[in-house]
């Protein structure tokens, strides 16, 4: 079992940013010994079932559907994006135990209709887009201080999210371009996948990029893979954590890594203020209207500082922590960012 104690993804969690007063502007939600038969979901996904993908080629999802705003663009699908969704099993209770049952019509709703429709259908445009449904950790498990029990729930996460890229491999990439997205949880899970299965492996070669966003990447977490520092870099890291600007929670303190933060409307490392004519659009709850200029960025040492996003609206946003919209912010800027690695990964 994986020493989470030495894990980087791990540190600089004590709080996460599940701020419910986001959820109406941007979408997106987000013992000691084994736990009993009872307190785990008693299926495991197998994925040669499309009900167990909440994205996939071979079935209608939310991560087909485009912005209004962006209907006459030319689409194509040149690559392959694997998407692992963040925590949608924010419940306190945890009725379903420490993971969630990945047969909770509820849930699968609530991860669909946010993550998937706001988060994944961004890479629609160059990509077939497969999102594996897996038995993710209760928001708790991050609260749990070393439990036994919360470790083994990342455990079981992780190794349906290594099943379901296994599963894909061996069945629909036929050495197509790939690449890896997630956000929060799914974060975790990405930069353990990327360790395990890309870092000086083979299947490097197929790697485009990866934008694993909204937890803390750590440089030293890697040994071969690097952040990309320019728009068309493949076979790199994007990653970012978005707050507002001035503001820098007291746990960002505390970590003693550096962090990868790229800006996403320069796609550098450059810490200059970067104006709000460089954000080609965010999206908001109405998923069909693309908002320009929504904000400007500047990295500060961890973290990505954002001005205020724009909106009708916007003065009853108090929130300094951005968490949840660290795609929607950027939707149009992502979108087109993808487009630009891929060619460049074909023209190699």
């Not at 600007?245 to 409307?265: C, F, R, T």
């Not at 450059?270 to 998923?287: C, H, M, P």
Request: glycine content about 6%.
């Amino acid at each position: 079992m994986t020493n989470y104690k030495s894990n980087y993804l791990l540190k600089g969690l004590p709080l996460l940013f599940y701020f419910i007063s986001l959820l109406n502007i941007f979408g997106c939600s987000f013992g000691k010994s084994l736990p009993s038969a009872t307190m785990l979901s008693a299926t495991e996904p197998i994925y040669n079932n499309l009900q167990f993908w909440a994205a996939h080629p071979g079935k209608t999802d939310p991560s087909d559907r485009v912005p209004q705003d962006l209907k006459n663009e030319i689409r194509d699908t040149l690559a392959d994006v694997f998407f692992i969704h963040p925590t949608t099993y924010t419940e306190g209770a945890r009725s379903m135990g420490w993971n969630a049952n990945i047969n909770d019509q509820k849930l699968n709703d609530k991860t669909d209709n946010t993550s998937i429709l706001y988060q994944a259908s961004v890479f629609n445009e160059y990509s077939r887009v497969f999102a594996p449904r897996y038995r993710q950790a209760n928001l708790k498990a991050f609260f749990a201080n070393g439990e036994d029990s919360a470790k083994i729930a990342l455990e079981i996460a992780y190794s349906d999210v290594k099943k379901a890229f296994q599963y894909y491999l061996d069945h629909f990439n036929n050495g197509r371009p790939i690449i890896i997205a997630s956000h929060s949880q799914g974060t975790l899970h990405a930069a353990r996948l990327l360790k395990d299965l890309f870092e000086n492996k083979p299947l490097y070669k197929q790697l485009v990029c990866a934008y694993i966003i909204g937890l803390p990447v750590f440089e030293n977490y890697f040994s071969g893979l690097k952040p990309c520092i320019t728009a068309s870099q493949t076979g790199c890291i994007v990653s970012w954590r978005t707050f507002l600007e001035g503001y820098q929670p007291a746990y960002i303190d505390k970590e003693k890594g550096k962090a990868i933060v790229i800006n996403p409307l320069t796609w550098t490392t450059d810490t200059l203020q970067v104006e709000a004519s460089l954000n080609e659009g965010g999206i908001l709850r109405n998923f069909d209207k693309v908002i320009p200029e929504m904000v400007s960025t500047q990295i500060h040492g961890n973290i990505l500082w954002s001005s205020k996003p724009r909106f009708f609206g916007s003065i009853f946003l108090k929130t300094k922590n951005y968490h949840i919209a660290d795609y929607n912010l950027f939707y149009k800027n992502i979108r087109e960012n993808t487009g630009v690695r891929i060619k460049a990964f074909l023209a190699k």
